[in-house]
């Protein structure tokens, strides 16, 4: 009977221990792994949310960006840590596609989710003296002048060219049928499109946010499950029958098998800081589109996105066999 209460008081006392641990979560420094380079969107969104986390949890989240391999040795850095809580890794959409292009075997298996903190869907935009006025009507184009077309928005196979493959094919229209000008980014792209030497653009509405302001260009429709409220005049694909959504996402996640504990106390103290209006501001004035989704939202939408992307990215060929 004493053997029996000694087990009971060592187990009772390993869980206090371990409650106390966890309660006193962080105890140091938590260094947060951004895949991008210094200066871009993402670095500064995981720049600010390290700023208030510090703010929150009273510990320094030193930001190092590990760059490289289409956000593959960052994604693996992260991935790769030790999973005590004290390496957080700010996940994007790549985590869905570079495995199925051969450029790493990190998958959103090797990650726990945290907290999905932003969305930006694709917009379809074209010149403002273009002669198609809505998006159907631009669809009508499409499939009357086939190879015609050319879009552009990014690199091939980056996430406006996997938008754009998405929905063409959604919307019955085989994806060779229009060209795909690459370019590094939506800024080059909307240059192309001004120039007249590509006829569509897709890439986020903020992105070509002046140009629309400044009615040099028009967005006939967005790619997302409801309107964006900072371009209400934009409908989405949806609305004109094309059951598709797209856009590129960020979060942050932590090794597989970090402790649920530690999991709960950064969800808590991030969701925190996105609830706030100066997130929102912050948000706005940087043109992010807000979307948050707790742990287990954010991985089952993690997993999906994973097999989503790999149909869309074999319709365009770039699925490594």
Same mark, same amino acid.
């Given at each position: 009977? /004493?053997?029996?209460?000694?087990? &009971? ?7 206090? @221990? ?14 947060? $792994? ?20 510090? /703010? ?35 996940? #994007? @959409? ?19 989710? $945290? ?32 190879? /015609? ?12 060219? !996997? ?43 903020? %992105? ?14 967005? &790619?997302?499950? #409801? ?14 029958? =094309? *059951? ?11 090794? /597989?098998?970090?402790?649920? %504990?530690?999991?709960?106390? @950064?969800?808590?103290?991030?969701? +925190? =800081?996105?609830?706030?209006? %100066? ?5 706005? +004035? ?19 996105? *994973? ?11 770039? !699925?490594?066999?």
């Amino acid at each position: 009977m /004493k053997k029996v209460f000694r087990i &009971m008081a060592f187990t009772a006392l390993a869980v206090f @221990l371990a409650s106390a641990a966890f309660a006193a979560y962080p105890e140091r420094s938590v260094s947060v $792994v951004c895949p991008w380079g210094a200066g871009g969107g993402t670095d500064r969104l995981t720049r600010y949310i390290a700023s208030e986390l510090e /703010k929150e949890l009273g510990k320094p989240f030193p930001v190092t960006n590990k760059t490289g391999g289409n956000g593959a040795v960052g994604h693996a850095a992260g991935a790769f840590s030790k999973p005590d809580g004290y390496t957080v890794t700010m996940v #994007t @959409l790549e985590l869905a596609t570079m495995h199925w292009m051969g450029l790493t075997e990190v998958s959103y298996a090797d990650f726990d989710y $945290v907290i999905q903190i932003n969305q930006d869907s694709s917009g379809v935009m074209v010149k403002a003296d273009a002669p198609w006025k809505t998006f159907t009507g631009l669809l009508d184009a499409i499939k009357a002048e086939p190879e /015609k077309f050319k879009f552009s928005g990014t690199a091939a196979g980056g996430v406006w060219d !996997l938008a754009r493959i998405g929905m063409l094919d959604k919307a019955g229209i085989p994806v060779n049928d229009v060209s795909w000008v690459p370019t590094t980014g939506a800024a080059p792209s909307i240059i192309e499109l001004l120039g007249g030497h590509v006829e569509v653009i897709t890439c986020s509405l903020p %992105e070509a946010g002046p140009q629309l302001a400044s009615g040099d260009i028009k967005a006939l429709a967005v &790619m997302a499950d #409801t309107r964006d409220p900072a371009f209400p005049d934009v409908p989405t694909v949806k609305e004109n029958g =094309i *059951d598709w959504s797209a856009g590129t996402w960020r979060g942050f996640a932590v090794p /597989k098998g970090t402790p649920p %504990e530690v999991i709960d106390v @950064l969800y808590k103290a991030i969701k +925190k =800081i996105t609830d706030s209006d %100066e997130y929102k501001d912050f948000m706005s +004035k940087n043109g992010f589109g807000v979307m948050v989704r707790g742990p287990e939202e954010f991985a089952g939408f993690a997993k999906q996105q *994973d097999s989503d992307l790999k149909a869309v990215m074999e319709l365009g060929g770039y !699925l490594k066999q």
